[in-house]
């Protein structure tokens, strides 16, 4: 075991990034996640990296792209506005089987919103974003050392599905302060860097592009080899944690900070003799589909209860899993408020009379 | 028997799809022999744009990639700075570059980032079928101008070289054309010399290269050509608008 050190969110993403092997990262201030450029800026040249704040997010997730292609880990972060800005950035790297992890620190929408903290970019992370047939691993942590680790496995990720990966969090985890273990260099194998651009010395030259017009059908063919690597992600990388559900009649599902909230409620809740468990969704992009629809098969689970900092998005997956089998309530404050531990504590006994 | 003429090695012995007159060919071929020349084929990436000439990843024999409308430059910057060992050219339309990736373009330009550019301006956009480019000449009828472009409606066409030849960074300017024999020949020159900067870590090196675009023009080859001549030239001025290693020498 590390030694432990105080850190914030959004700086244990960074030190954790640069201990994945990222030496690039290119991005454009937004809050609540400033501390991520500002500590970029000071640290990558440490390791001989490059920070560059770009004129835009467009730009940044297009050198992005630039990086990637020339088979260097690389990183950008933003806020909800922000990422808007690179959906098509993120499309083009999809379609271009490129590696890279996008950090979205999210914010109040919809609009310049405000800058408290948000989940209301579910929709947005775990359908693709940008235009076309697509998708991404989105992982949600829920604490700093959470982040901290994750960012380990979302570069591996990036690079054994060359695909990009988002890092979904919300305005607490990046600010708020705790301590961690910094994460271990990973020790995965990794596929091969045989579509890296480093110039046509002694092999073919090389091409990575989107584009897809010919032979007829190419594009079809393509995203139909993009659609087996979901399929992978989708049986391979489904992360999730259980909490109190050996005896739950009310199955709480929750990610990020409004699952710690829930956790305290979930805990105050048995205390007062309610059995009521928490299912956390760490990756939101694969979903824990069969895990939930495992739960909704038990006859003892009465009901499920979903929490959100948004107005009920992920609630959506949650009755797709469920399938109209149990009931299913909803609880989420939006706009940039973080969920009352009364207000849920009075939703959760409201479920439970 | 001695060949007059041969195909450069970086360009690939493949049909183009350009139409006939077009300059985008004459300009893939002037980037080919350059980078013959200067025996840097094996360490040349090129970005694409969107446009006529997304495809020129096709028709080049080095390394290649794509990047969105107007992000080639961007694109670029994370490319140039992951590999300086490699010779990273960004080849543009004025759509391209002028329109939709005008703040890439610029923040490049400033940055002094140390690639080359070659920006194809042709006064119109051709892959979507002849529309206004931001390049498109007073008067100047388009898709979406069928009256003619009115400047005081949408503004005068954008002189790029002389918009960042107000820059202090990028290293070198040149405004060229593809239209004649002579002027091919001085393109030629421009492209290998940007090039060469490239290799030497000179900085930003920017090339404008007026460029026929006959089937959206509505012309034949032969009066594009006249037409750069009579109605380009004069509002685009041929010539040098910076060379830092020329000021470099003379001091
Ligand atoms: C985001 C986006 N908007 C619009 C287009 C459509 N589009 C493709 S090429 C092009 C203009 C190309 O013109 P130019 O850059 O002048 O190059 P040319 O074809 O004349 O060589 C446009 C508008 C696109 N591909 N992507
Ligand atoms: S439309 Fe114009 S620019 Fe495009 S290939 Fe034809 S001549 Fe060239």
Redesign the pocket.
């Known amino acids: 075991m590390g030694e432990k050190v105080l850190m914030r969110g959004n700086e244990a993403l960074c030190e954790s990034a640069i201990i994945a092997g990222c030496r690039f990262y290119f991005g454009y201030p937004i809050t609540p996640q400033n501390e991520v450029p500002a500590y970029m800026a000071r640290r990558l040249p440490e390791v001989n990296g490059c920070f560059l704040q770009a004129e835009s997010e467009l730009s940044a997730i297009n050198m992005v792209w630039g990086a990637s292609v020339a088979g260097k880990r690389v990183m950008t972060s933003s806020s909800s506005p922000g990422i808007s800005l690179m959906q098509e950035g993120i499309s083009y790297l999809a379609g271009a089987e490129l590696p890279a992890v996008i950090v979205n620190i999210m914010r109040g929408g919809p609009g310049l919103g405000s800058i408290g903290p948000s989940q209301s970019d579910y929709f947005q992370a775990t359908r693709g974003g940008g235009h076309g047939d697509y998708r991404t691993i989105v992982l949600a942590p829920q604490s700093v050392q959470e982040i901290a680790d994750i960012m380990i496995d979302a570069f591996d990720l990036a690079d054994i599905y060359r695909n990009p990966v988002v890092v979904l969090g919300d305005g607490v985890i990046g600010q708020m302060t705790e301590p961690l273990v910094l994460p271990k260099p990973s020790t995965r194998t990794l596929p091969r860097n045989d579509w890296v651009l480093d110039g046509a010395s002694g092999r073919d030259a090389r091409v990575v592009m989107s584009l897809r017009l010919s032979p007829p059908g190419a594009l079809e063919t393509h995203n139909l080899h993009l659609k087996e690597k979901f399929c992978e992600m989708e049986r391979n990388e489904v992360r999730y944690e259980e909490y109190e559900l050996s005896d739950a009649q009310l199955v709480i599902v929750a990610f990020g900070t409004a699952a710690r909230v829930a956790r305290t409620c979930m805990q105050k809740a048995r205390g007062l003799g309610m059995k009521v468990g928490l299912l956390r969704p760490v990756t939101l992009w694969p979903f824990c589909a069969d895990a939930l629809g495992a739960l909704a098969e038990q006859r003892r689970v009465k009901a499920f209860l979903t929490v959100e900092m948004n107005l009920g998005q992920m609630l959506e997956d949650v009755r797709l899993a469920v399938l109209g089998r149990k009931d299913i309530f909803f609880y989420g404050r939006t706009g940039g408020s973080v969920p009352d531990e009364d207000e849920l504590f009075g939703k959760i006994t409201e479920v439970f009379s | 028997m001695k060949a007059v003429y041969e195909r450069p090695r970086t360009l690939r012995d493949t049909p183009m799809?350009?139409?006939?007159?077009?300059?985008?060919?004459i300009i893939h071929k002037l980037l080919s022999q350059s980078i013959d020349e200067l025996g840097i084929r094996e360490r040349t990436i090129v970005v694409a744009p969107v446009?006529?000439?997304v495809l020129i990843y096709n028709y080049l024999d080095c390394d290649g990639s794509e990047a969105a409308h107007g992000r080639a430059q961007a694109v670029a910057t994370g490319l140039k700075r992951a590999r300086p060992e490699c010779v990273v050219v960004s080849y543009q339309?004025d759509g391209d570059l002028a329109a939709i990736g005008t703040a890439e373009t610029i923040h490049a330009a400033n940055r002094g980032e140390k690639f080359s550019v070659i920006f194809?301006n042709?006064a119109?956009y051709?892959?979507t079928?002849?529309q206004m480019a931001p390049t498109t000449l007073a008067g100047q009828p388009t898709k979406t101008t069928p009256f003619g472009r009115d400047p005081k409606e949408i503004g005068p066409p954008l002189r790029m070289c002389e918009l960042l030849s107000g820059l202090e960074a990028p290293a070198y300017i040149e405004r060229v054309s593809v239209h004649d024999v002579k002027n091919v020949l001085r393109t030629k020159k421009a492209i290998k010399k940007a090039l060469k900067n490239q290799i030497e870590g000179a900085g930003y090196s920017f090339v404008e290269v007026l460029?026929?675009?006959?089937?959206?023009?509505g012309m034949t080859t032969r009066q594009a050509s006249s037409w750069i001549e009579e109605n380009m030239i004069p509002y685009y001025p041929l010539g040098v608008y910076k060379d830092r290693g020329k000021e470099r020498n003379a001091k």
Not at chain 2, 17 to 25: A, D
Not at chain 2, 211 to 217: A, G, K, L
Request: proline fraction near 7%.
């Open positions: 799809h350009y139409c006939p007159g077009c300059g985008h060919s446009g006529c000439s339309g194809v042709n119109i051709g892959m079928g002849g460029s026929m675009c006959p089937t959206n023009w």
